[in-house]
Structure formats: C-alpha cells, structure tokens
C-alpha cells in the first residue's frame, strides 16, 4: 500500500483514515484487502472501504474534499515462482514495479448514508431499504425476491 500512500500524499508514518477522508474501491476479495485496512484504516464499518467486485487485483484509492485519486492494478506475475518466492518478491519490489498507477475512471463514491430498515415481507428480516425490492404489492430482501428473468439480459 505504499503505492496508494506515495500517491496520494497521505503521512507515511500515520496514514490511517481516522473517518471517511481516505477511500478504497476494491475490484476483489482478496488478502490484499486485508493489508488495506490494517494499513490505510479503510474498512467496512466506516464506509470507506467499497467492494466492486471485478475479479482484479486492482485498487483505486480517493482522498475526500481533494482531487486526489489513484488506481493501481498488480501486472506482477507469479510464472515461475513457489508461494513464498512470491510472497517475498511482493515484499521486496518497489510498488511502481509491481502495480500500474493511473487514474480511477470513476468518481469518488459518495459519503455513506444511513437508511432506515423494513422487515421482509417473505423472511422477516430486517433489510435497509435500498435492499428491498416491490414484489406483489410488498417489500421484500433481495435474497427472497424472484428477479423477473430478463432483468440484467445483455
């Protein structure tokens, strides 16, 4: 993550997000995630951590109330090497060498709101409303709702 703190001019001795000021947009789900939050404070709790998954290992980062924003994408390739070569090769490599650095091709997401919860009509469960969906006249979860099925046709 020293690409995304160099990037962005955050303190590199304390550049944890105290709130939302730092951003992360994430393309996966996977351990890199993890040094993100240990290191940038971005987590799921305060907001500032976004998954959109794409199955890359691509990250992009804002910096809230600046123009500040980058996108780095892993090119480093594990041809070749055991688990731990590559472990140590991700460790040791500077990360203009491992990453392509540009710019996110979207905007910042906005700040998190809050949202009030209605019960699913179907479960019972309490889902914040931008998770239900009107099904026969009632609010239901998207895990009870029957997508019609030319929804997200391509």
């Known amino acids: 993550m020293e690409g ?3 990037q962005l001019g955050l303190n ?12 992360c947009v994430t393309e996966n789900d996977a351990c890199g ?17 976004i998954a959109r998954i794409r199955g890359k290992m691509a ?3 804002f910096v809230r109330g600046t123009d500040r924003a980058v996108r780095l994408v892993l090119t480093a390739e594990k041809e070749g090497m055991s688990r ?22 979207y905007s910042l997401p906005e700040p998190a709101r809050l949202f009030a919860s ?8 309490s889902t914040a409303e931008f998770g239900l969906r009107v099904q026969g006249g009632e ?12 929804e997200d046709f391509e």
């Open 59 to 61: 990250f992009s980062f």
């Open 12 to 23: 590199p001795d304390d550049p944890r997000a105290i709130d939302e000021e730092v951003v």
């Open 139 to 150: 609010l239901v979860c998207r895990d009870c709702y029957d997508a019609y099925a030319r």
């Open 33 to 49: 995630v993890d040094a993100i939050q240990v290191l940038l404070g971005c987590t799921y709790g305060k907001s500032n951590l």
């Open 4 to 6: 995304a703190i160099e």
């Open 118 to 125: 209605r019960p699913c009509a179907k479960c019972g469960e």
């Open 84 to 105: 731990e070569q590559f472990q140590e090769y991700l460790l040791s490599t500077p990360y203009d060498q491992l990453f392509s650095v540009g710019k996110p091709a």
